[in-house]
């Protein structure tokens, strides 16, 4: 259990990378425009990258079954918006694959660590 739940917050850490030091890349992969305002990759290197990077990274210090609980709502809560999407925004691929890793990861770490 301690393996899957370093990998977990290493899985936070990775991907959140992406969007914290290559938020271009991030929108492109997510199919956004960055536009004429610079707003656009400051909010994915925020709440897509670093804010991801951090949560890997205090689960990782902590170490306890409720860091990485919480880990595992905040992985949901990230699927909880994606599924909304889905609904309220139209379906595609794309978003059915990213729910399904977030739904994944965050049920993992909460039925793990609960």
């Known amino acids: 259990m301690d393996i899957i739940n370093i990998i977990f917050a290493l899985l936070s850490i990775g991907l959140g990378c992406?969007?914290?030091?290559a938020p271009r890349y991030t929108l492109s992969a997510l199919d956004l425009d960055p536009g004429t305002s610079?707003?656009?990759p400051s909010e994915i290197r925020a709440?897509?990258?670093a804010l991801f990077v951090g949560m890997?990274?205090?689960a990782l210090i902590l170490g306890t079954p409720e860091a990485y609980f919480m880990l595992g709502c905040c992985w949901t809560g990230a699927a909880m918006g994606r599924l909304t999407?889905?609904?309220?925004?139209?379906r595609s691929t794309k978003k059915w694959v990213f729910f399904g890793v977030e739904a994944l990861v965050g049920?993992?770490?909460i039925v793990?660590?609960?």
Do not use: H
């Not at 992406?18 to 030091?21: A, D, M, V």
């Not at 999407?85 to 139209?90: A, E, H, I, P, Q």
């Open 85 to 90: 999407s889905l609904v309220l925004d139209g």
């Open 47 to 49: 709440s897509a990258g």
């Open 56 to 58: 890997g990274i205090g």
């Open 107 to 109: 049920l993992c770490a």
């Open 38 to 40: 610079s707003m656009g």
């Open 112 to 114: 793990l660590n609960i």
């Open 18 to 21: 992406f969007g914290w030091l």
